[in-house]
């Protein structure tokens, strides 16, 4: 009985990790959305840094976002040229 209980904890605690990861990523893309205008792409910090030197020459640093219940989003902005 104890195996099964410890097994059902593991499993509601990934779901709910799960779900709390979605609603991160929701609440962030909400966030950013007003950030950008047409031909236009926002991303967080966590993405510009992942992205190599040449790639990150592309982005201009936005003002921080507020994004209430996350704080602040240090964001940047890519611009489609033609």
């Not at 099964?4 to 979605?22: D, E």
């Not at 609603?23 to 966590?46: F, G």
């Amino acid at each position: 009985m104890e195996r099964r209980l410890a097994a059902i904890l593991v499993l509601m605690s990934r779901s709910t990790a799960a779900s709390w990861a979605s609603v991160y990523a929701i609440n962030m893309a909400a966030r950013l959305l007003h950030a950008a205008s047409a031909s236009e792409i926002a991303v967080s910090n966590i993405y510009y840094q992942g992205l190599d030197e040449a790639s990150q020459g592309d982005f201009v640093e936005l003002e921080d976002i507020e994004a209430h219940n996350l704080g602040r989003i240090n964001a940047w902005k890519w611009h489609y040229k033609q």
